[in-house]
């Protein structure tokens, strides 16, 4: 529901994940299946005497990002030091851009609660080291220790920053889905690696102080932390409580927010020009990235509209995941575009859902033998569901990978019209109550026969041509 | 003098002998210049020298480490506790140069706690003493650099310099000391004190050393983002700046800067500056007075950045990681805190305070910031003074007065960091310079101060090896040599 009372705005930390090295030193990203603190060097452990160096192409991607998201990218742009302890930060400060980032004033497009297409303003997108991991024995409140994993500390993030232009819990929702979408568009970042989006967000009732709530660890996290924190602020405001500006944890675990600090114990950071690195003149950089930039989702839709006649929902559906988007362009060589678009956007896609898995479990060759068996009329529409089911519910096992011998082991093949017709006469034989019933005016009463004929088939049987059959022998006699 | 060690050595004197020798020195000292000795691994590379010599420009020659500079498998401590016990696992740019030339590191020098002073009487291992007189300090921060390098305890030594820490004690010690160009030297392995000042630097006897080490140090390193790369792409196994040695002061302009002369500067000084630049004049050169009028300012310019930069820079030492550790832990915070209480010692502690409240928020702009402009402005006057048609060097007196007693200013921070009035500015305007031995007052040697342009280290060795070689001051010896 749209909530016209409800201002929230989003931090975005995004980690640029498919760098090969980290943003300061030269360690390997790879470490999500690694033991702790096997991915780190003298750099990234901050040892005394060690210096940061700007990993090039850390920059030209956070520019892609940047450039991505419509923003004005900076003629120079320089790090800073932001200034606190906690144990998973070893240099006790962490290197982030403060003035002059790397691109201010963008925006996304996301389809708004009313349905409609919305604008949400981005402010900045500024780049910046993460911090290490830090692990607790037990939880948070009761481990007795805790422990640090460095192989995070140093990967690339990028924060971005919108206005507060969203409405509802389900808006962030679009917003970062569409922003996931884009930076997988760019090949910048991998979604599904553990840590690789964490948001911050600010989020009042018109005329309140603003709550910053920290720690929602994943997109899918954030519609439940603000759905939560909206309750919390309404039901305080009628008790005739007022928010102060504070900063709130997410409890993730027990879905709740908590205040951590006040406006009062508010951090100074004592930001400052990082000594070690000089300022970047990225201005120079910018047209060869931008040349290099992919076709963004917006365009493609566009274009997939415009090149194969397919529905805007369709299209919408079909680009909203570049690996489906390439997945469609494959299949609609092949087999009819229109057929295409509607198989995967509506049918494939709901079956990847519900399993949870990726379009990688699918291969665009199945996808046109299924479409070209329908289309020759070869199986039904039922069928083709269930063949996929199949392929999908059986993926690993070599024996269930070609849609043709799914069909064939199955018996899933349409009917010959002689089959259908036998099962007809026998349905009709075994139903006598209904065909009293039909014969005496009760037109529903051949969907009980139409349904004897579908089980005598398995299926086989196209319904609308078993309903007319059923018909024509029961109007004969 | 390098040059006859390096000569013998090739001849086949024995670099076990040589470096045994300066070791049985060390023991008998009573200067405390070292904080830690490599013993083993320099007799064992000296050995490993005299049974198959390699080449190199610094081939089986020892050398002498700042304790700031990281030297992998030898402690590195900065003279502080907090970092007693840490051996870094890697080489500074500087040592792996050293090394790819074939000195041997003998061990590494007392200096004032993460070089934060100008007496090495801040190092929690106890002061230094000037091998001149052994009541007075060395000057300071890389007080134990110079202090063995006047006595022989090392034929040559490394120091870093943020605001004077070569070239003071280099002073005080009546021996020579470079500070090189901001982006010269890389920082790589420097444990930093404040980033955008400081450099690493030779310690030597002669002016030739100095540019013989200095060639071996200097080149970029793509490591350190700070280190210059134009004209800088490094060439093994060659010599940059002793070629240039030879050429004389003839047709160079020196510029004396008025404001290095006057109140507070000790009248012997004044003259031994003088007469210097007098000498020079002899041999050659032109001089004129020159002005440099925002050096009031410097003081307090560089004490800001710097503390601030320090503020930054130390806050990594937790002990959660390296260095000290004390008794059963408790929570994080309370741990830490303790560590730092126990492990800085005052005058650390009065900069990272003061620092920290410099760039606190409100105060950042009133600070910070006004002293980046106060440097810019300083800058701006050096490029003027130096500019084509002006000077091609400054002459100023590297220390307003000789080494001073032991304990006499410590108590005294204020008067302790004016000091470094004559040697801040050169830091804040990121030019190289010299000090030089030119005389001594009542026993105790006296520096000159030759100051260049960006990158023109050349000119700066040139004048002062002509001024060595026209003067025996670099020839006594201190008292203190056993
Ligand atoms: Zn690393």
């Known amino acids: 529901m749209a909530e016209k009372d409800v201002i929230i705005g989003l931090e975005v930390h995004v980690q640029l994940n498919r760098l090969r090295s980290k943003l300061f030193c030269g360690c390997s990203t790879d470490y999500h299946a690694s033991d702790p603190n096997t991915h780190t060097c003298p750099v990234c452990l901050g040892l005394p005497g060690t210096l940061p160096v700007v990993n090039r192409r850390a920059v030209e991607y956070a520019i892609r990002v940047a450039l991505a998201l419509n923003c004005d990218i900076q003629g120079e742009t320089l790090f800073y030091r932001k200034n606190y302890y906690y144990p998973d930060l070893p240099k006790a400060f962490q290197i982030t851009q403060y003035d002059f980032p790397l691109g201010l004033g963008g925006s996304i497009l996301i389809k708004g609660e009313d349905g409609e297409e919305k604008k949400i303003r981005i402010t900045r997108v500024h780049m910046e080291e993460d911090p290490g991991r830090l692990v607790h024995a037990g939880t948070i409140d009761r481990a007795k220790y805790s422990m640090v994993d460095y192989n995070r500390c140093g990967m690339s993030l990028l924060e971005v920053v919108t206005e507060p232009d969203l409405r509802s819990p389900k808006e962030a929702r679009s917003f970062l889905d569409k922003l996931r979408n884009i930076l997988e568009y760019l090949d910048v970042f991998d979604g599904d690696l553990e840590g690789a989006m964490r948001i911050d967000s600010n989020i009042s009732l018109t005329g309140g102080e603003r709550a910053e709530v920290k720690n929602i660890s994943s997109h899918k996290g954030v519609e439940k932390a603000l759905a939560y924190e909206i309750t919390r602020q309404r039901s305080a405001r009628r008790r005739g409580v007022a928010q102060v500006q504070e900063t709130r944890h997410y409890d993730e675990l027990r879905g709740i927010t908590v205040s951590i600090r006040t406006k009062e114990e508010a951090h100074d950071y004592r930001y400052f020009p990082e000594p070690d690195l000089v300022p970047m003149r990225i201005a120079d950089w910018v047209p060869k990235v931008e040349a290099e930039l992919p076709e963004l989702p917006d365009a493609k839709r566009e274009r997939f509209v415009a090149q194969y006649a397919i529905a805007d929902d369709h299209a919408r559906s079909l680009t909203s995941e570049i690996r489906v988007a390439n997945f469609y362009e494959v299949v609609a060589k092949r087999a009819p575009p229109r057929l295409a678009a509607v198989w995967i956007a509506d049918v494939l896609k709901g079956e990847l859902n519900y399993r949870d898995v990726t379009i990688d479990r699918f291969s665009s060759h199945q996808m046109v033998e299924i479409l070209d068996m329908i289309e020759k009329g070869k199986i039904t529409e039922k069928a083709a569901v269930e063949v996929i089911r199949t392929i999908l519910d059986h993926s690993g096992d070599p024996s269930v990978v070609d849609p043709v011998a799914v069909v064939e082991a199955k018996g899933l093949a349409r009917a010959e019209d002689d089959a259908v017709k036998a099962a007809v006469r026998a349905a009709v034989e075994e139903s006598a109550q209904a065909v009293a019933d039909y014969r005496a005016g009760n037109e529903k009463a051949i969907n009980f026969i139409v349904g004897v004929v579908m089980k005598k088939t398995r299926g086989r049987a196209d319904p609308g041509e078993a309903n007319r059959l059923v018909k024509e022998a029961l109007d004969g006699i | ?482």
């Not at chain 2, 925002?294 to 800001?304: D, E, R």
């Open chain 2, 1 to 482: 003098m390098l040059r006859e060690l390096k000569e013998g050595l090739a001849a086949g004197a024995s670099a076990e002998e040589v470096v045994s020798a300066i070791f049985e020195k060390i023991k008998r000292s009573r200067l405390n210049a070292y904080n830690c000795l490599s013993e083993e691994s320099a007799l064992e590379r000296a050995k490993n020298f005299d049974k198959k010599p390699w080449g190199g420009l610094l081939a089986g020659v020892p050398i002498a480490i700042k304790s700031s500079i990281s030297t992998k498998g030898i402690e590195t401590n900065c003279s502080s506790r907090i970092l007693s016990g840490y051996i870094p696992p890697y080489d500074a740019h500087v040592i792996e140069r050293l090394k790819e030339e074939g000195a041997i590191i003998i061990g590494k020098t007392n200096m004032d706690e993460f070089a934060m002073g100008t007496s090495t009487e801040t190092s929690c291992l106890g002061p230094t003493r000037n091998p001149w007189d052994t009541d007075r300090v060395p000057g300071g921060s890389s007080g134990g650099s110079a202090a063995a390098v006047a006595a022989g305890e090392a034929p040559a030594a490394l120091g870093s310099d943020t605001g004077g820490s070569i070239r003071c004690p280099a002073s005080f010690c009546g021996i020579v000391g470079i500070k090189p160009t901001y982006g010269l030297v890389s920082r790589y392995g420097l444990v930093s004190y404040a980033n955008s000042l400081e450099q690493i630097g030779p310690l030597a006897l002669t002016v030739e050393d100095a540019a013989l080490v200095l060639d071996v140090i200097a080149g970029h390193d793509p490591r350190d983002s700070t280190s210059a790369e134009q004209d800088r792409v490094f060439l093994p196994h060659t010599e940059r700046y002793l070629p240039s040695l030879t050429n004389g002061v003839k047709g160079l302009t020196l510029g004396v800067p008025e404001e290095y002369f006057g109140e507070g500067v000790d009248p012997e000084v004044e003259k031994a500056v003088w007469d210097a630049i007098s000498k020079l004049e002899d041999l050659g050169a032109a001089w004129k007075m020159v002005s440099l009028p925002h050096t009031k300012y410097a003081l307090a310019a560089y004490y800001i950045i710097a503390m601030s930069e320090a503020s930054s820079n130390l806050a990594r030492f937790d002990g959660l990681r390296y260095g000290l550790r004390l008794g059963a832990d408790q929570d994080w915070h309370t741990t830490f805190s303790e560590i730092r209480a126990a492990g800085f010692g005052p005058e650390v502690k009065r900069r990272i305070l003061l620092g920290t409240y410099a760039l606190s928020a409100g105060y950042y702009g009133r600070y910070y910031l006004k002293a980046l402009k106060v440097r810019t402005l300083i800058k701006e006057d050096f490029e003027r003074a130096l500019s084509a048609g002006g000077a091609d060097l400054l002459v100023t007196p590297t220390m307003p007065f000789p080494a001073f007693k032991i304990g006499e200013r410590i108590e005294d921070p204020l008067s302790l960091y004016m000091a470094d009035v004559f040697t801040v500015p050169i830091n804040l305007a990121g030019v190289p310079a010299i000090s030089v031995p030119c005389g001594f007052a009542g026993g105790l040697p006296i520096g000159l101060q030759i100051i260049g342009r960006h990158f023109d280290e050349a000119s700066i060795l040139r004048a002062a090896k002509a001024y060595e070689d026209a003067t025996p001051y670099h020839e006594a010896v201190p008292k203190e040599v056993v």
